[in-house]
Nanobody
């Protein structure tokens, strides 16, 4: 069982920046990793993902392309989400995810609030 702990959420104004961190309790070098977000009463939605290797290939939701960067450091069992030029519609609880065939882990979430 891998535990994921997110941090770095908070409240910022439109145009501000935040960097989320996700630390795993065990090595996740062989897991794909990513970030999702969720608003109350809505489905959890994909934000960004990165393949298994440090510096691996990345994917982004259209809504965050050019503003968010996902990265990882497998030596620290960590995944990051740098968020720039934040908008009110980015307000959500952000969840870290690590998955490989047959296994899928989630963090507890961290709140990001962007005010106009």
């Amino acid at each position: 069982q891998v535990q994921l702990v997110e941090s770095g959420g908070g409240s910022v104004q439109t145009g501000g920046s935040l960097t989320l961190s996700c630390v795993a309790s065990d090595a996740i070098y062989n897991y794909a990793a990513g970030w999702f977000r969720q608003l109350p009463g809505k489905e959890r939605e994909f934000v960004a993902s990165i393949s298994r290797y440090t510096g691996g290939s990345t994917l982004y939701a259209d809504s965050v392309k050019g503003r968010f960067i996902v990265s990882r450091d497998n030596t620290l069992n960590s995944v990051y989400l740098q968020m720039d030029n934040l908008k009110p519609e980015d307000t959500a609880v952000y969840y870290c995810n690590a998955e490989r065939p047959g296994l899928n882990y989630w963090g507890q979430g961290t709140q990001v609030t962007v005010s106009s």
